[in-house]
């Protein structure tokens, strides 16, 4: 009796085997079949990122490429102020090319800022004029005026800190340890390597300062009313952003000559030999947002106009930084 039960079981489990075995086998083939799908799913969205860039590219070169012709009709000739009523001012779209595809741009005049490498001589050494200046547009800022001898010891060749600066002793005991390059920078974003600077204080002064050539004069027709206040020691400009607004709709100004009528002549002649004052820029920094359906790019170009003996005037890209 006992044998002829555990006969009868024995097919039962073997069934039972089987469906356990076929259980297994379809679970391995959702989980494969799940993976592969992950994989290509994976992949398509990389060959559509790839492809969204791709577009993003080229859409930002052609913006690019707008900005750099209206620039060459608008500086023609090289000899005409420049000012917020010319046609590079305004913005460039937006536009949509195509469905979902969006591009706009905008230029800004980078003479129109404070130019960091002012800070220091031709020689390497600090300049004080330049640094006072720096002072004034950090105070009218709210930031502590202590960061322009820093940034000046930055810079400068030497390696003894002004009063309130700091030289490579200071950035010794940072980990890791590094030192002051003791050149011209290249980027505003070399402030941060300034200790303690921080995020917040930067987002609020780059706006206002560049990193241009050591000969690149302020163009005193697009300067903020902040920078313009700290070149002249005076709170007039900002206290009045509606008339300046008003004053540049049509045309430069203030114009050397009016300026140089509101302070001594002196203080111009020694800002002049400093930081340079004038009408005329040739370097403009260009901003483009391309968007791709959902995903959004930003190109940032640095354009620096260059005049020939003979011919019309060029644009030249002096660097780019392309970013999603």
């Not at 052609?62 to 608008?74: N, T």
């Not at 105070?139 to 322009?148: D, G, I, N, S, T």
């Not at 390597?193 to 050539?213: I, K, M, N, Q």
Request: negative net charge; charged residues 20%; aromatic residues 6%.
């Amino acid at each position: 009796m006992s044998a002829a039960a555990g006969f009868a079981r024995s097919p039962a489990r073997s069934r039972g085997i089987a469906l356990l075995v076929a259980l297994i086998l379809v679970a391995l083939s959702t989980a494969i079949a799940a993976a592969l799908s992950f994989d290509t799913g994976l992949g398509l969205r990389r060959a559509q990122g790839g492809l969204a860039q791709d577009q993003a590219l080229l859409l930002a070169g052609g913006a690019e490429a707008i900005a750099a012709e209206i620039l060459v009709d608008d500086l023609a000739g090289g000899n005409a102020p420049v000012h917020f009523a010319q046609r590079w001012h305004n913005p460039i779209g937006p536009l949509e090319p195509l469905p979902a595809v969006r591009v706009e741009a905008q230029l800004e005049d980078l003479q129109g800022r404070f130019n960091l490498n002012s800070l220091v001589d031709t020689e390497g050494r600090t300049d004080p004029v330049a640094v006072q200046v720096f002072r004034r547009l950090l105070l009218r800022l709210e930031l502590e005026p202590e960061w322009a001898e820093r940034m000046a010891d930055w810079i400068d060749a030497d390696d003894q800190a002004l009063p309130s600066g700091a030289e490579d002793a200071a950035y010794s005991s940072a980990v890791p340890a590094y030192r002051t390059p003791g050149r011209p920078v290249t980027t505003v974003a070399e402030l941060l390597a300034l200790p303690e600077f921080g995020a917040s204080r930067y987002a609020r002064l780059a706006p206002f300062v560049a990193a241009l050539p050591r000969d690149a004069r302020i163009n005193l027709c697009t300067a903020s009313a902040e920078l313009l206040d700290a070149l002249s020691d005076e709170q007039q400009w900002s206290g009045a952003p509606e008339a300046l607004a008003r004053n540049r709709e049509r045309e430069c100004f203030p114009n050397p000559a009016t300026f140089r009528s509101s302070i001594p002549a002196d203080a111009y002649e020694r800002l002049q030999r400093s930081v340079g004052l004038g009408d005329r820029s040739r370097h403009f920094g260009l901003q483009v947002r391309a968007g791709v359906g959902s995903t959004e790019f930003s190109l940032y170009s640095l354009l620096r106009s260059t005049h020939g003996a003979e011919g019309p005037a060029r644009m030249r890209v002096m660097s780019r930084q392309f970013s999603e």
